[in-house]
T-cell receptor
């Protein structure tokens, strides 16, 4: 099992550009999550999904969109990149809500 | 609202036990207590979790107070590799997971 994989590892965006951060898990987990982590800070939940076709907002959803068309994939979309979105983005998955979360290696995003 | 409180930082000498406290005074009966740690430049990794009774695994032990309003993560012999930020989290099947700032553990050789 590869676990949770994220692409790209690193990306530089210009203000106003768009991009999609990819996240895939091969553990057949129902729950998937997107977090962001600013330098020296803890993780903040952006969006999460409890199954294919179901998504919900976390603490900091503004400026992001998600979709969950399959169990395996949970892409995060940035429509109009802003410098405030410079962060490290982590995707995670768990079998059920109360179970262990498995994290991907992260995507480092720089918006200039 | 992280719903848990932890000290910002702690220090330990190498090869000594470390007790990392967490307060979760508003915990409900269905909340599990999870601990994760994040090594520098890596994603968080699972350490241990429990509901009511104490738990042990190869990484650590989790001691949960009888009233469940607090818990302690115990690293039996700290190594330099244990230097990380440790997060204590309350988790239910239906609730959003909120990570607080965690405890930054330094291990002194």
């Amino acid at each position: 099992n590869a676990g949770v994989t994220q692409t790209p590892k690193f990306r530089i965006l210009k203000i106003g550009q768009s991009m999609t951060l990819q996240c895939t898990q091969d553990m057949n987990h129902n729950y998937m999550y997107w977090y962001r982590q600013d330098p020296g800070m803890g993780l903040k939940l952006i969006y999460y999904s409890v199954g294919a076709g179901i998504t919900d907002k976390g603490e900091v959803p503004n400026g992001y969109n998600v979709s969950r068309s399959t169990t395996e994939d949970f892409p995060l979309r940035l429509e109009l990149a802003a410098p405030s979105q410079t962060s490290v983005y982590f995707c995670a998955s768990s079998l059920r809500g109360e179970e262990t979360q498995y994290f991907g290696p992260g995507t480092r995003l720089l918006v200039l | 609202d992280a719903k848990t409180t932890q000290p910002n930082s702690m220090e330990s000498n190498e090869e000594e036990p470390v007790h990392l406290p967490c307060n979760h005074s508003t915990i409900s009966g269905t909340d599990y207590i999870h601990w994760y740690r994040q090594l520098p430049s890596q994603g968080p990794e699972y350490v241990i979790h429990g509901l009511t009774s104490n738990v042990n695994n190869r990484m650590a032990s989790l001691a949960i107070a009888e009233d469940r309003k607090s818990s302690t993560l115990i690293l039996h012999r700290a190594t330099l590799r244990d230097a990380a930020v440790y997060y204590c989290i309350r988790k239910t099947s239906y609730d959003k997971v909120i990570f607080g700032p965690g405890t930054s553990l330094s291990v002194i050789p």
